[in-house]
């Protein structure tokens, strides 16, 4: 894999949760690249074994279900095992849910889905999903990380401007976003940073189907998305990479914490006129 710039990771251990994911795959890869061994975390143990296999023996693939915390220290144990100790938490489990998502953008719409149909427990499995999965996570990786330490969250432009149809995932990026900084401000005298990155627009499993149809045209919430970026595409996975390789070095960014850092295209930039 293609890298931007190397930042010098050797003898350090990064566990990526989320890891079989279509944006994890990369972030593993880049860290794998720059010299660190790589802990790999999914629920879907066949994904994560799927990335280790093809980055070799510095990558160990764990079935690990991140909102149970038994699953998380038991995934922890073989880490240490394998590799000695933690250095850098990628926090990349996540996602949206059907159930918490409307059909329509606004109530005086009509028909399908609406805000009062919602399933509270769909709504409660994204945010679960998205929050919890970081909050245990970040309990469990960061004891004994000490001076040095990084946490990475994967935050969202839903945290600056929520977008129609997904209160749910909108919302709980925003507490990413929120739990980011407050963990930066309670572990900086321990010498841990955390930090998280923003991307904008990018295509990946869970969003295909919304973005574009079977026959591969864009949808109406494709063409409404691009017209609210600047730069008028979609963000290629690569092209977080080097947002990732900036925070998960302590050399270029040592006095960097509590930073939420967009990768989109220039959207949160754009006013509409």
Not at 102 to 128: P, Q
């Given at each position: 894999m293609k890298i931007p710039f190397q930042v010098d990771l050797a003898d350090k251990t990064a566990v990526i949760t989320g890891a079989g994911g279509v944006l994890m795959r990369k972030f593993a890869r880049a860290l794998y690249a720059c010299g660190a061994n790589v802990a790999l975390l999914d629920i879907n143990f066949d994904a994560a074994q799927e990335v280790a296999n093809e980055l070799g023996e510095r990558a160990l693939a764990l079935r690990c279900d991140c909102l149970d915390k038994q699953s998380l220290y038991a995934a922890r144990e073989e880490v240490v095992s394998a590799f000695g100790g933690v250095h850098l938490l990628v926090n990349g489990a996540g996602g949206n849910s059907p159930r918490?998502?409307?059909?329509?953008?606004?109530?005086?719409?009509?028909?399908?889905?609406?805000?009062?149909?919602?399933?509270?427990?769909?709504?409660?499995?994204?945010?679960?999903?998205?929050?919890?999965?970081?909050?245990?996570?970040?309990?469990?990786f960061a004891q004994g990380m000490g001076e040095g330490g990084n946490i990475i969250n994967v935050s969202s432009m839903n945290a600056y401007r929520p977008l129609t149809k997904i209160p749910a995932y909108s919302a709980a990026k925003a507490g990413i976003s929120n739990l980011t900084q407050w963990l930066a401000v309670h572990f900086a005298a321990s010498g841990i940073r955390c930090n998280a990155i923003a991307p904008g627009f990018f295509v990946t499993n869970q969003n295909r189907a919304l973005l574009f149809t079977e026959e591969g045209d864009p949808t109406p919430r494709t063409q409404k998305i691009l017209a609210a970026t600047p730069m008028k595409k979609f963000g290629a996975p690569?092209?977080?990479?080097?947002?990732?390789?900036?925070?998960?070095?302590?050399?270029?960014?040592?006095?960097?914490?509590?930073?939420?850092?967009?990768?989109?295209?220039g959207f949160s930039a754009y006013s509409g006129v």
């Open positions: 918490a998502t409307t059909s329509n953008e606004s109530a005086d719409m009509g028909g399908g889905k609406d805000f009062f149909s919602l399933d509270e427990a769909g709504l409660r499995f994204v945010f679960d999903l998205n929050i919890m999965t970081a909050f245990l996570a970040t309990q469990v690569q092209e977080l990479i080097g947002a990732l390789l900036f925070l998960a070095s302590n050399e270029a960014s040592g006095f960097v914490t509590g930073v939420v850092l967009p990768v989109d295209g």
